[in-house]
T-cell receptor
Framework: DGGITQSPKYLFRKEGQNVTLSCEQNLNHDAMYWYRQDPGQGLRLIYYSQIVNDFQKGDIAEGYSVSREKKESFPLTVTSAQKNPTAFYLC??????????FGPGTRLLVL | EDQVTQSPEALRLQEGESSSLNCSYTVSGLRGLFWYRQDPGKGPEFLFTLYSAGEEKEKERLKATLTKKESFLHITAPKPEDSATYLCAVQAANDYKLSFGAGTTVTVRA
């Protein structure tokens, strides 16, 4: 969806490094989500946020952190504690519990 | 725990050869079942939301149907541009998250 941007498209992480993935939206949606996609598996929820300054852990939150200081932005940090970070990361937004729309994704690779 | 199983994992079709994809699910109170299309290296693109058994929705060559245990995505007379991975997801009542199946990769040959 053109109203959701993710950057960068590709990101390389070195051993022990924290990296931050950006997700921005101009759809005025309240809810924002981060999913991880691995080959042969369904998308898995990392974190989600229903409103500004509030967020909840998803099914695989260990090794990740988020913030929601603005309605438009929901950055995801992949910390050094995440031992298997290589994946395709997808941000989604929605009006509350309604249909989720996805951004173009960020592919994270480990050097 | 919500579970979604999609079959087959992969489907190869000749152009014009209609077929169906299956999505079986278990969820504690269904709020909605969602179908998405995903092209390689791209984010999923929303196709349909189904809310109750018996509901059907259509878009071009695609038609989605829903029962209490499964959903079907019918592709009628597919074209090569219908080649993609189709994802199914369910949302439980009073829940924000979606639970996804692993997807069905459809390849349509001209």
């Amino acid at each position: 969806d053109g109203g959701i941007t993710q950057s960068p498209k590709y990101l390389f992480r070195k051993e022990g490094q924290n990296v931050t993935l950006s997700c921005e939206q101009n759809l005025n949606h309240d809810a924002m989500y981060w999913y991880r996609q691995d080959p042969g598996q369904g998308l898995r929820l990392i974190y989600y946020s229903q409103i500004v300054n509030d967020f909840q852990k998803g099914d695989i939150a260990e090794g990740y952190s988020v913030s929601r200081e603005k309605k438009e932005s929901f950055p995801l940090t992949v910390t050094s504690a995440q031992k298997n970070p290589t994946a395709f990361y997808l941000c989604a937004t929605a009006r509350s519990k309604e249909t989720q729309y996805f951004g173009p994704g960020t592919r994270l690779l480990v050097l | 725990e919500d579970q979604v199983t999609q079959s087959p994992e992969a489907l190869r079709l000749q152009e014009g050869e209609s077929s169906s994809l299956n999505c079986s699910y278990t969820v504690s109170g269904l709020r909605g079942l969602f179908w998405y299309r995903q092209d390689p290296g791209k984010g999923p693109e929303f196709l349909f939301t189904l809310y109750s058994a018996g509901e059907e929705k259509e878009k071009e060559r695609l038609k989605a149907t829903l029962t209490k245990k499964e959903s079907f995505l019918h592709i009628t007379a597919p074209k090569p541009e219908d080649s993609a991975t189709y994802l199914c997801a369910v949302q439980a009542a009073n829940d924000y998250k979606l639970s996804f199946g692993a997807g069905t990769t459809v390849t349509v040959r001209a």
